[in-house]
């Protein structure tokens, strides 16, 4: 029997997709891995277009497909579409590792592994304060308006997976995350020293969330920030692995 799609659930990919910024065709993300199975996860700001597009800014389809398009599912929008047709998005998110990940992920898999997850084995999962791919990428997006609305939009789905979810730790990837996360969720994120390669240094933040999920966060995105070195996501994962351990915060 198939398990209930969940009203929040429902609500999030019912929701019509905005008129500016965002991927044309797409769908929103929810997770990429399974968000119920996970005990871990890390946080984004939102899907990086390249989920949904070439380089030539076509939607990827066939074997290049990453996640379910409109184009794929067949629908100009999912506003009234079929629970089945919606569980075939959330499969698409569940499966995400197992098909064809961007591998910008990878980025962040030593630091995952130093706490003994991995997108890879579902362990692990990714979340993002906004769900929908935007294009331009986010930091391009002309009007700080249309950033802030989209954010507040989504705020109340991520508490939703949040508070569902059994996430042991949550793992925020740059101070472009921390800072909008703490304002959303209403959470303190006392410092918790740094790490330094070279001349960049990250710092970080550790705290919990009220209903006991411990949060580690660090400043620069290891993803994307200029002049972030092996040596330095080495350093991470390193103190990572000791705030894991560390049960002081309550």
């Known amino acids: 029997m198939k398990p209930i799609l969940a009203d929040y659930v429902i609500a999030r990919l019912r929701r019509p997709l905005p008129a500016e910024y965002v991927v044309r065709g797409s769908t929103p993300v929810l997770s990429f891995g399974n968000a119920l199975d996970a005990t871990v996860a890390t946080l984004g700001l939102n899907p990086s277009?390249?989920?949904?597009?070439?380089?030539?800014g076509r939607l990827l389809s066939g074997t290049a497909r990453r996640l379910e398009t409109l184009r794929s599912l067949g629908v100009p929008n999912l506003v009234?579409?079929?629970?089945?047709t919606l569980r075939?998005?959330?499969n698409g998110c569940n499966n995400y590792f197992t098909v064809n990940p961007y591998r910008w992920f990878d980025q962040l898999e030593s630091i995952l592994q130093s706490v003994g997850a991995s997108y890879y084995?579902?362990?692990?999962c990714h979340l993002d304060l906004v769900q929908w791919a935007t294009d331009p990428t986010w930091g391009k997006i002309p009007n700080r308006t249309i950033r802030n609305r989209l954010l507040k939009e989504d705020a109340a789905f991520l508490r939703e997976q949040l508070t569902t979810g059994s996430f042991r730790l949550l793992l925020i990837n740059g101070r472009g995350v921390v800072r909008p996360f703490q304002r959303m969720m209403g959470v303190k994120r006392p410092p918790a020293g740094s790490v330094k390669s070279r001349s960049v240094e990250s710092r970080m933040s550790l705290g919990r969330l009220p209903f006991g999920t411990k949060v580690i966060g660090w400043s620069v995105n290891v993803q994307?920030?200029?002049?972030?070195s092996n040596a330095l996501r080495a350093a991470l994962a390193c103190r990572v692995r000791g705030l894991n351990?560390?049960?002081t915060i309550v």
């Open 49 to 56: 277009r390249r989920e949904f597009l070439d380089r030539n």
């Open 80 to 84: 009234s579409v079929s629970q089945s």
């Open 88 to 90: 075939r998005v959330i």
């Open 121 to 124: 084995d579902g362990s692990a």
């Open 224 to 228: 994307s920030s200029y002049g972030v």
């Open 245 to 247: 351990h560390d049960d």
